[in-house]
């Protein structure tokens, strides 16, 4: 008599794999004498059947960060400036220790980062403004920036100059850009020599006001020109350069883009995080 219930194949390798893993590590506990070597059979046993490999997957944007931090972090102050995407409505009101971050990808790098080590001391600023063009940056920089006296500086800028340009039908003033963010810069570096520089690149998707073919293209294509005055710069004054736009471009491959940012220039809380995990693997490594 044929059985009514059919088993998918997947379910049987799964099965056959289990029992496998039980028969392996049953005898690694038979022979082990040592409870390390036990758990390295148990390792490899996981390894084999692929669990390690599908956490390494999943999460393989985090990165892995030196248990003591880096040395010159340690009592650190970090500050994150920018506009809209850095701002997220973080608190005026430093007392008020609920809202004084917002809730942007610096409030998930803050949390991380201060979990990890909780006695390194660190200390996170937002200056994020939202709407600000990197001339708008410049206006307040020796204040928000400068004033604040910070050992990192993390800056993200540019897709407001590149909304403003593309809704008057034009293109960004790359010459004016290039000097205002050299301009930052330089204020910077005068008031600290050591200052660790992290340079962001401005990011889009084509969702939202930029699903249009048209509003894609320009969009995208002033932003290009500024990544690439970003990248030169970030050699020039030795910061640290994360492309945030291959991040998006990447993790769009895994899921639609609207999963991401919702509105072709501001992401959601996942995107976000895409960000936090990317800052945290090649700042702090």
Known sequence: MRSLVSIHPRAILRMRLYRSFCSVYLLAVHIGRQCAVRRRLFVACLALLGV??????????????????PDWARGGRLLFIGDSITDMKWGRNEADRNHYLGHSYVFLIAARLQTEYPKAEYEFFNRGKSGNTVGELRERWLKDA??????????????????????????????????????????????????????????VLPVGRLQGEAAWEAWSGECTKLRAIIKRLANEYQAIHLLTQEVFDRASE????????????????????????????????
């Open 52 to 69: 390690t490999g599908v956490a390494q997957s999943r999460f393989d944007d985090i990165g892995k960060i030196s248990p003591s931090g």
């Open 146 to 203: 400068v004033g604040m006296k910070p050992d990192v500086l993390s800056i993200l800028i540019g897709v407001n100059d590149v909304g403003r340009a593309c809704r008057a039908g034009k293109m960004v003033d790359l010459g004016r850009w290039e000097a205002d963010y050299r301009w930052i810069l330089d204020a910077s570096r005068k008031a600290n020599p050591d200052l660790k520089i992290v340079l962001l690149d401005p990011f």
């Open 254 to 285: 895994r899921s639609d883009a609207s999963h991401w940012i919702w509105d072709g220039v501001h992401p959601l809380p996942q995107g976000h995080e895409l960000i936090a995990r990317r800052w945290i693997k090649t700042v702090w490594r």
